[in-house]
Every structure is written in C-alpha cells, then in structure tokens.
C-alpha cells in the first residue's frame, strides 16, 4: 500500500495554548453551565453539566421547537382564556383576540412572554399537558436524559426541569430551523399592533451573536443560552442560576473563540488524490470519501492526514468501490478514520490490448516469412 501523507497547519500558532478548563476551572460564577460547540459536538467547558435545575424561560426554546415542527407559521390563533392574568413577563393576551402564531413565537422569545406560550401549547397540542408530552418526547429524541417538563413557559413547578447539557443539545437542535434562528437573531419586532424588543443583550454588543434565550425567577435564579458564531464555529453557551450571567458568556464564548478553531478533514465526494489504473481508457482514476468529517482544535496543532492506497489498480475499476482508508493524526495521536472509494468507472481498454495482439502477431509473421526466405535459399 502506498502512503500518501498530507500536513495541514493552523494559521495562528499560539505561544501558550490552555484550555477552556484550565483557564475557568475557578471563576465561573454559574452552579451548571456549558460551552459546547455545535458543530462537531465537542464540549470545551462543563460544570455540573448534568445536575438537574430549574430553567426558567429557557424552556421555551423548546416551546418553539416543538410548535414549529407542529405547526404552521401562518395559523391564526384564538387566544384562550387561560392565557389571561398568568404570572411574570407577559404579552398581555385577551381571551378571543386573534394573532398569528409567527408573531406568538416573537413574542414568547423576543419578550418572554408566558401567556404567548400557554396560547402556542393549546393551539398546537389541545392542551398544556398533551404539549408539555410532546415536549418531552422531543427532548427523549434529542438524547436529553435529565430533561422533564411539565409546562411550556418555565414557570417553577414540581417535576420541571433540565440540565446545561440537556439544554444546548435542544438550543443546537432549535438553531438548525431557519425560523427559530431569524426569530432570536431579530433584536425588535413590531407586529399586528404589538413592538417586542430581544431581552438578549449581547446582540448588541457582542460579535458574532446569533441568538439565545434569557430566563429568570426568583427559585431557578438567573438562566442563560446563548449561540454566536465566528470561522465557520457555532458555539452555544448555557449557564444555569448564575448571578454574573452576561460577563460569564462573554468570556466563556470568548475562549472558544480565541483557543479553538474548527478544521475540515475531508468532505463527502471531494477528490483527495488519484491512483494509477493499469490497462484503463483512463490513466488515473479519483479517490474520495463518502462523508464530511470537520473537528475542533486548539489553535497552532496539526492534522496529519494518511491516504493508505494501492500503488496501482487494473482496470476495470467501479466508482464507489473501496479504494483504500483515510487516517487522521493530531499530535501522532489517530482522531479519525474512514473509508476511501474510487470516484469514477474506469473500463478495460480493449484497442490497447488488440494492438499488443497485432504487434505480437506481426512478430509471428515476421519470423515465419524470415525462416521461408532462408529456406528457400537452401
């Protein structure tokens, strides 16, 4: 088998790379939080990741998952009268007033509004409780093992709650519908007679911010998810009763994205070198990969990339069939390995074997008319 060995490098090599850990193992003033880039699905950060907590507002990122895959945008909702005189930030909804459910969702994330997801559960599942089960079903699916919910706004109740980990794999989850992203990445919003303004400060000041969820009562404490994204990295943040919230996002999100960079081993169906066929219509033929893998490093550390494949191949060769194995190296440590095929059909050249034939035969006749001519020279 042959080698092929390619070296890809960080463009910034720090001088003392430490990691997320080490830097916050002390000053975080969260009990639980998160850093975990979405990604690749690497944590960089963990505090009593998986305690369960109370989580406040931020249960309606799930609210809007779940009525965004249920539901339809445009629907017009008949606000129930169970959503009159409900507890905590509010849209102050009157029974039988009628809205969109695009402007609810503005509502429940922009202005937190608690009587907006109560009328959001009712239109989409009948009820609260069939709601507070799709949600759960939902957070089941997503592998959410510290997760229950009872209600859709995050009001303190018996047996409602989630942890930090739990919580970023629903905020990844949300990130990936194009609604729920523009929704929380929108600082104001005016609508149907009603203005909400994105209690998310940091949309305003810090780089890269995309969106998130802030969530507060006087039991769970201060909760915060947040999601910003620089070079191609999503990095979601989740702190849970954490009196400095704002300063401790801020720096967490900072570290990841000073420390870590993500890089792209190889991509699904991009050509990664050739091997020589023997006998082909064809010289050479592609080699590929048939996923897309991309990892997170620190910054200044080095994929060393192996392409085990044959020296050469006779045609005739078969696009997709296994040519070889990918290896990928950090620090000679094997982080990733995968199969090689063959990107193109290769066919036997049949011309060229018949004029290997006709000059073989002409050798044959050559030789006989040479041996008549001396006979007939006797």
């Not at 990691?19 to 969260?30: G, L, R």
């Not at 402007?103 to 429940?108: A, H, K, V």
């Not at 303004?197 to 909760?223: D, I, Q």
Request: with cysteine; aromatic share 6%.
């Amino acid at each position: 088998m042959l080698k092929k060995t390619i070296s890809v490098t960080a463009a910034i090599i720090l001088l003392a790379a430490v990691t997320v850990d080490n830097i916050f193992a002390t000053s975080i003033s969260a009990e639980c939080a998160i850093l975990y880039e979405a990604e690749t699905g690497t944590v960089l950060y963990e505090k009593n990741p998986d305690r369960q907590m109370l989580i406040a507002s931020t249960t309606k990122i799930m609210t809007a998952l779940v009525a965004l895959e249920n539901s339809d945008c445009d629907d017009i909702v008949t606000i129930p009268s169970q959503c009159e005189g409900i507890e905590g930030s509010s849209m102050y909804l009157k029974a039988g007033e009628k809205l969109s459910l695009k402007t609810l969702l503005y509502g429940l994330l922009l202005e937190s509004g608690n009587d907006a997801a109560v009328a959001i559960a009712i239109h989409t599942a009948g009820t609260v409780e069939k709601f507070a089960e799709l949600m759960n079903a939902r957070a089941q699916e997503l592998g959410c093992t510290n997760t229950h919910f009872v209600n859709p706004n995050g009001l303190d109740a018996d047996d409602h709650y989630s942890s930090a980990r739990d919580l970023a794999l629903i905020m990844a989850e949300a990130m990936n519908s194009k609604v729920f992203k523009q929704i929380v990445s929108t600082k104001t919003f005016t609508a149907e007679g009603r203005t909400f303004s994105n209690h998310n400060k940091l949309l305003w000041s810090y780089e890269g911010m995309v969106g998130g969820k802030t969530g507060y009562t006087k039991s769970a404490g201060r909760t915060l998810v947040t999601c910003a994204q620089r070079n191609g990295m999503t990095v979601i943040c989740v702190t849970l009763n954490d009196g400095d919230d704002w300063n401790d996002h801020i720096n967490l999100l900072d570290s990841a994205f000073n420390n870590w960079e993500l890089k792209t081993i190889c991509v699904a169906g991009e050509v990664i070198g050739d091997v020589p066929v023997i006998s082909g219509v064809e010289k050479s033929v592609g080699i590929s990969t048939l996923e897309t893998k991309k990892v997170l490093l620190e910054k200044g550390s080095s994929i060393t990339i192996d392409l085990q494949v044959p020296e050469f191949v006779y045609a005739e060769v078969n696009e997709g069939d296994f040519a070889g194995k990918l290896l990928a190296y950090v620090n000679d440590s094997e982080i990733y390995t995968t199969q090689i095929v063959f990107s193109d059909s290769v066919s036997k050249n049949f011309s060229e074997r018949l004029s290997m034939w006709e000059r073989l035969k002409k050798s044959i006749v050559g030789t006989s008319a040479l041996e008549t001519d001396k006979l007939g020279r006797r």
